[in-house]
């Protein structure tokens, strides 16, 4: 198989919940705008793969981590790859990111990034963008609401395919025989 035949994801996990982010508001001048800051400590997790060449993304989102399910997304992952190519995907070096989790999958690989080098993750920014555009600033009812809530913002983030492949695409990651 040749490098024409290969697509490249970029995969990571994030945390999103009622311990939410907080970013600025417009207000008029003078006044002090109100933000909603939760105490409760309800999560969900977003496990999130991108391949910028294709302007696609998978994505499951779970009451918690484990090896179990980052299985479970490679077989999403497997299971959108055409026919006659292979998925090589670039993965951090978090504890249920173990050597053996593709073994299963005919058509996936990953790579693991170096430890400490988020900056070489593109999906790191999805995450920014996310809570920048549609988490932020919010409350949560309970989980299924966070649930709710981060499916419409990643549903919404891959609407546009250009708007995936140019936040995720990176030179370094460009295929050549």
């Known amino acids: 198989m040749g490098l024409d035949n290969v697509d490249v994801w970029f995969q990571d996990e994030a945390r999103f919940g009622q311990q939410n982010t907080t970013t600025r508001l417009w207000a008029e001048r003078g006044t002090r705008p109100r933000a909603v800051k939760q105490q409760q400590f309800e999560y969900a997790y977003l496990f999130g793969s991108v391949c910028p060449a294709k302007g696609i993304g998978e994505a499951m989102v779970v009451p918690w981590v484990n090896k179990d399910i980052m299985v479970?997304?490679?077989?999403?992952?497997?299971?959108?790859?055409?026919?006659?190519?292979?998925?090589?995907?670039?993965?951090?070096g978090a504890g249920w990111h173990t050597n053996d989790i593709a073994k299963e999958l005919n058509n996936v690989s990953i790579i693991k990034l170096p430890p400490y080098s988020p900056e070489l993750n593109p999906i790191e920014?999805?995450?920014?963008?996310?809570?920048?555009?549609?988490?932020?600033?919010?409350?949560?009812?309970?989980?299924?609401?966070i649930v709710a809530k981060i499916c419409a913002a990643w549903n919404h983030f891959l609407d546009s395919s250009k708007r995936v492949t140019k936040m995720c695409s990176r030179r370094w990651i460009e295929l050549t025989s």
């Open 72 to 92: 479970e997304h490679l077989k999403q992952i497997s299971a959108v790859t055409e026919t006659g190519r292979h998925a090589v995907v670039i993965i951090d």
């Open 125 to 145: 920014q999805v995450w920014s963008w996310l809570r920048q555009h549609y988490l932020a600033n919010q409350s949560f009812t309970d989980y299924d609401d």
